[in-house]
């Protein structure tokens, strides 16, 4: 056990020159990192690992008198139910196209803002901005569905006095159907395009300073650049954090649907998690709530494998 | 009108309280010999959480438990706790099923729940109990069928201490209307529909907040407490469900012819904006808003949270705008209808005392005393001198209570002296009316006399019949928003009612009405009728 700094620097350079007290001390090395590791690793056994017993309950009627294992098996009941019901389609849809669309329109914003960022010159202009942007994400769910609520109210907000002072119709926008996509997306781009770019600068800063002077010098535009070398640079970031939303296909926020929906827009807004939480938690059906989730993990599993398995073959990123 | 009123209500108290002085009369024998006893010591779980002061003692220093533990030599160790109502739900079942409980559990979180894990053998049956430790509660049972039938389990046992209500706090949601517009615009009181209507259309049109502008809206908040005038049931306000109860059968609203006219009339008014156009999600901070700036002439909810709370904010900034009662409109049949008022037993409370008791007797004594006119005294008002002064003959809460500078009285009847939240007791009418401001008080009188008797009972199910009405109304409950909030905003045409009509049948509505129908059976049993 070395005890000091001085020492540890000392016994380095003393290692390097003998190599079998180096690997030990490699070893040594590799032993605390694991250590390091352990606490997540614990984590993810205890709160992720040992709950997932807990799915059996899907299979059960469970009753918390009666505990998880002496609940009664019921097989695929509550799935069939679920499956049976008039709305099973339709929720299906409106998960899938809720986050479908904010992942179509929300993935390559973020991107874009960090290559324009990447070329804003001077670092305290690049690094307001960007706080500025920041700033959104930090608002809570429940504000911003009040925001929206302000804004766009048809008699008191100031987005349907701007379109009837052009002259055109008062739109109930959080009343209508049509509407409801559209916002959800929107929003969600406006709150998470700062935060969601921060990885890209990241990956910018780290491309090699010396590839742009070559390029440069090869007589290349500011679009040539872009394209051939920070897109490049940053492709393997892209591709890793597609696949990680490319999972989350069928988890849509629940809190926002919640905060933003009503009975007008259920048609293009209801969605798997909000109908159970109408139909399961508050009235305590348990193995109902649980069968529906287990089906939604199902699927995003399916859809995460494909998608990785369509990546490898196409390009060289996979996420194993 | 307010002069009969206030000749009638004394009254009405003065036979109640004899009621209940005449049964704490006969309790007070048992009280003794319980005193003589040895110390009792027993374990309790409840769901309460400390007031928002420094201040605040544990759930056992209630003033309630030092006069327990006076009268009753019981003293109990509680467990408290707290979080969302699912939360708590959960850590019940945990608790449940864990086989560790202690005697008493403070809260049942629902009486569905309560008699389940009764019947499953986790808490005492307590009719026996009751009729020989109960004296109170054996007497409120026995003159008001109602409590009882609210109360008894589908296998004939009672299984927790029910929370009952008297008849003034049970009416506290109803219409609320502004009198200074009426005066303004020379209108009597609307009693029915048609003079609502014609109020209404003059509210839109004559601006009575005299500010020019045509922004009056003659109805904001939910619409649907309107459809009830029509004698049917319709979700809304405090009333979850679609059910009613007509020439002692259970019905459901969206299979009754006049949920179609009821139907019209809405989308009628909702086209002419004599209903609020933004209705639907409309947040609470959104409603504030319109009611302060004097554009909303009627509404429905509470008459604390809204009747005396805006009131009292008109009030501070200026001499008019009042709100007051609204009787419940006379529909085309003349029916006065409100589904918003509680039943005679509320539902998400309820106490039991666990298998594992051995002090079940004394429990019961315990408990009998809060139902008993002295014991609400105590739970609800405290002790006098202290947080009460006897004035005319009736309890009023001193400055302690009534003027503390953070807690408004039921919180501080809640942090200090006894949960009158949720203890099993009844809701004495003294301490509703206390919560209220004049037109308050008048408008909880008005709403007592025109709630008409169409609200469905609290039903107790059997476990299957649950899980049954639990998957039918899973697709049912969408189903009827869509088309209720379709039909009234004009989104869907009531030309399309035959297809909502094929809808509720395939989604077997009929099912659910004779599920409910049996529990209500076994309801109407248990009363005796």
Redesign the interface.
């Known amino acids: 056990m070395e005890t000091t700094g001085g020492k540890t620097g000392s016994g380095r350079t003393a290692a390097a020159h003998r190599p079998g007290e180096f690997r030990r001390y490699l070893k040594r090395r590799g032993f605390l990192l694991y250590l390091f590791f352990l606490p997540v690793a614990l984590y993810y056994l205890v709160f992720h690992y040992v709950p997932m017993y807990g799915v059996i309950i899907a299979f059960k009627?469970f009753?918390?008198?009666?505990?998880i294992l002496r609940s009664p098996w019921v097989g695929f009941e509550h799935f069939l139910?679920f499956f049976r019901?008039?709305?099973f389609f339709r929720l299906l849809r409106n998960t899938f196209l809720i986050s479908f669309y904010s992942l179509l329109f929300g993935f390559p914003v973020p991107i874009l803002f960090a290559l324009l960022l990447n070329e804003l010159p001077g670092r305290r202009l690049r690094s307001i901005i960007q706080s500025l942007t920041y700033v959104p994400h930090f608002v809570s769910t429940v504000v911003v569905a009040?925001l929206l609520?302000?804004f766009l109210?048809?008699?008191a907000g100031f987005v349907n006095a701007i379109v009837t002072g052009l002259g055109g119709k008062a739109v109930?926008f959080?009343?209508e159907p049509a509407w409801f996509r559209f916002l959800y997306v929107l929003s969600g781009v406006w709150q998470q395009m700062g935060w969601g770019s921060i990885i890209y600068v990241a990956g910018l800063s780290a491309i090699d300073v010396q590839l742009y002077e070559a390029a440069d010098m090869d007589g290349a535009g500011r679009l040539r650049k872009m394209w051939s070398i920070s897109l490049p640079g940053i492709l393997p970031t892209i591709v890793t954090m597609l696949l990680l939303n490319l999972g989350r296909l069928m988890t849509v926020g629940f809190e926002k649907v919640f905060l933003l929906?009503?009975?007008?827009t259920?048609?293009t807004a209801?969605v798997i998690s909000t109908?159970v939480y109408?139909?399961g938690?508050?009235?305590?059906?348990y193995s109902?709530a649980a069968a529906v989730g287990l089906f939604n993990s199902v699927v995003t599993l399916v859809l995460l494998t494909g998608f990785n398995w369509i990546s490898r073959r196409m390009s060289e990123f996979s996420l194993w | 009108m307010r002069g009969k009123s206030a000749l009638r209500i004394p009254a009405v108290i003065l036979i109640l309280l004899g009621c209940a002085a005449l049964a704490a009369a006969t309790g007070k024998q048992e009280d003794k010999t319980a005193v003589k006893g040895e110390p009792i010591h027993i374990t309790g779980w409840a769901n309460w959480a400390p007031g928002p002061v420094k201040d605040s003692p544990t759930f056992g220093n209630l003033y309630m438990f030092q006069v327990a533990r006076e009268k009753f030599n019981i003293t109990i160790d509680w467990t408290e706790a707290t979080g969302s109502t699912a939360e708590v739900t959960t850590q019940l079942g945990l608790l449940v099923a864990s086989g560790k409980m202690p005697d008493l559990i403070e809260r049942i979180m629902t009486t569905q729940i309560g008699q389940d894990y009764g019947r499953q053998g986790a808490f005492i049956a307590l009719e026996d109990l009751i009729a020989r430790n109960a004296p109170v509660l054996s007497a409120q049972m026995k003159a008001n069928p109602a409590y009882r039938g609210q109360t008894v389990a589908p296998d004939g046992h009672i299984y927790f201490f029910p929370r009952l209500l008297e008849d003034l706090p049970r009416n506290f949601n109803g219409f609320h209307i502004r009198q200074d517009w009426l005066d303004k615009l020379g209108l009597a009181m609307p009693q029915t529909m048609d003079e609502l209507y014609a109020a209404f259309k003059a509210f839109r049109d004559k601006d009575p907040n005299g500010n020019g502008k045509a922004d009056e809206i003659p109805w904001s908040s939910n619409p649907y407490p309107l459809a009830w005038a029509f004698g049917i049931g319709c979700r809304g306000s405090n009333n979850v469900t679609d059910f009613f109860v007509e020439d002692g059968r259970v019905k459901f609203g969206p299979l009754d012819p006049r949920y179609r006219d009821a139907m019209t009339l809405l989308a009628k008014w909702y086209s002419e904006k004599l209903i609020d156009n933004e209705y639907l999600g409309l947040k609470a901070s959104a409603f504030d808003t319109k009611v302060l700036q004097d554009q909303v002439d009627a509404c429905y909810g509470s008459y604390a949270g809204y009747l005396t709370k805006y009131n009292k904010l008109f009030l501070q900034d200026r001499k008019s705008g009042l709100f007051v009662g609204l009787p419940a409109p006379a529909g085309p049949a003349g029916i006065r209808s409100n589904l918003g008022i509680h039943m005679e037993l509320d539902p998400a409370c309820g106490a039991a005392i666990t298998v594992q008791s051995k002090q079940a007797a004394a429990i019961t004594r315990m408990m009998d005393y809060f139902y008993s006119d002295e014991g609400r005294r105590v739970l609800y008002f405290g002790k006098e001198g202290e947080h009460y002064t006897m004035q005319g003959g009736k309890p009023v809460y001193t400055d302690k209570v009534a003027k503390h500078e953070t807690l408004a009285i039921a919180q501080y009847l809640n942090t200090y002296v006894g949960y009158i939240s949720q203890w099993p007791s009844i809701v004495p009418g003294d301490h509703q009316l206390s919560l209220y401001d004049k037109e308050g008080k008048e408008a909880l009188y008005t709403a007592a006399k025109t709630a008409g008797n169409r609200k469905i009972p609290i039903l107790q199910f059997t476990t299957a019949e649950v899980k049954e009405t639990q998957t039918l109304s899973r697709d049912l409950n969408t189903y009827i928003d869509e088309w209720l909030d379709g039909f009234i905003r004009g989104t869907k045409p009531l030309g399309d009612y035959d297809a909502f009509l094929d809808g509720l049948k395939k989604l077997n509505a009929e099912r659910y009405t004779a599920l409910h129908q049996t529990a209500y059976e076994r309801y109407l049993k248990a009363t005796g009728m």
């Open positions: 009627d009753s918390p008198f009666l505990g139910t019901s008039i709305y009040g609520y302000t109210s048809p008699s109930d959080l009343r929906y009503n009975s007008a259920y048609e209801d109908y109408r139909s938690i508050m009235e305590q059906q109902f």
